[in-house]
């Protein structure tokens, strides 16, 4: 769980520093992979926290 939290920051900081580089240098290049990492982030968080859910269900209880 610790190393999930640690990939959320490190890819949090990550497009925040594209957006900041965007801005002093007005290259659309970091806006456009800021984007697609903050799509591509999502879709596995998304992913996890539908297997986390999913373990939760499928727990038969005795």
Do not use: C, K
Not at 24 to 52: E, K, N, P
């Amino acid at each position: 769980m610790w190393l999930l939290r640690l990939l959320a920051v490190l890819t949090g900081l990550t497009v925040a520093g594209s957006v900041v580089a965007f801005l002093f240098t007005r290259d659309a290049r970091y806006l456009q992979f800021a984007w697609r990492l903050f799509r591509y982030s999502l879709i596995v968080a998304l992913l996890v926290f539908a297997l986390m859910i999913l373990e939760r269900v499928a727990v038969i209880p005795v």
